[in-house]
């Protein structure tokens, strides 16, 4: 009985249902998840995830799209939100401009873009041209190399009142929803609050209307350190190192293939 989502289905959780969205970078991982997750993110984590990279800020626009056009040809059904990479957003036009390649080239329903009342009126500019937005505020991995460092925000009463301004100016720009992320749980709630839009929280506590986390993260395979806010579901590292360790040792002592195994 999965239904595909659509940005009022995904409003009208607010304050009904928490929303589960989860990273996906191909169509295998994205077909697991289809019918499971609400949303499903083709995130510029897969720049460091999967290009190797120390950073999302080299990922580009064509990169993107192609490992969009790989989730939503694994999983047709699912809402599938592109983040647009660094650079690809820096004036209105560019942005709207990329944003429409994103919608002439995918079948991508929104994409997403960080930044706060900086960028509160690049967001307008592509609500107004039909392109569904999704804000990205908080700890802001683009900001990376500008800010010296991941850094958990709402710290002070100052930085406390610019996000809540942040989330503010995203909603009335026209965004159907906000990630808020690296953020005290007790600031994510006030600006969890401060908004009608669903709040998708990383790092921010269970405070917000749903939750979002990197899939090689939750699942295990990535091994060179587990962030705090992240939760193993499954050691899929091990369990892959295993396996093809034991596939090994079959060949080598050829148990595999066995009879049942060949022609
Ligand atoms: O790139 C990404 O995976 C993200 C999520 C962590 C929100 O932006
Ligand atoms: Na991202």
């Not at 720049?47 to 990169?63: C, H, I, R, V, W």
Request: overall charge negative; aromatic content about 8%.
């Amino acid at each position: 009985d999965f239904e595909k989502m659509n940005i009022t289905k995904i409003i009208n959780y607010k304050n009904n249902k928490k929303l589960t969205m989860i990273t996906a970078y191909d169509a295998l991982f994205a077909k697991l998840f289809e019918e499971i997750a609400d949303m499903i993110l083709v995130g510029d984590s897969l720049n460091m995830s999967f290009a190797g990279k120390p950073d999302t800020l080299s990922a580009t626009l064509e990169q993107m799209i192609y490992h969009t056009n790989a989730v939503c040809a694994g999983a047709s059904k699912a809402f599938v939100i592109l983040d647009m990479p660094f650079g690809t957003y820096i004036n209105e036009n560019q942005a709207l401009q990329n944003a429409v390649k994103v919608y002439q080239q995918t079948n991508a329903s929104a994409v997403k873009i960080e930044g706060g009342e900086d960028r509160a009126h690049i967001i307008k500019h592509l609500t107004s041209n039909s392109i569904a937005v999704m804000g990205h505020i908080g700890l802001m991995p683009q900001y990376v190399r500008s800010e010296g460092g991941y850094k958990v925000r709402g710290k002070t009463k100052e930085d406390e009142e610019q996000l809540i301004k942040d989330a503010i100016a995203i909603e009335k720009a026209g965004a159907f929803s906000i990630v808020v992320e690296g953020v005290l749980s007790h600031v994510a709630k006030k600006i969890t609050d401060a908004v009608s839009i669903p709040v998708i929280g990383i790092g921010a506590g269970n405070v917000t209307d749903g939750q979002v986390l990197v899939w090689s993260d939750m699942l295990g395979f990535f091994e060179d350190f587990k962030p705090k806010f992240v939760r193993h579901y499954l050691d899929g590292a091990q369990l892959v190192k295993n396996s093809v360790n034991q596939y090994r040792s079959d060949v080598q002592d050829s148990t595999f293939p066995s009879k049942d195994e060949e022609y």
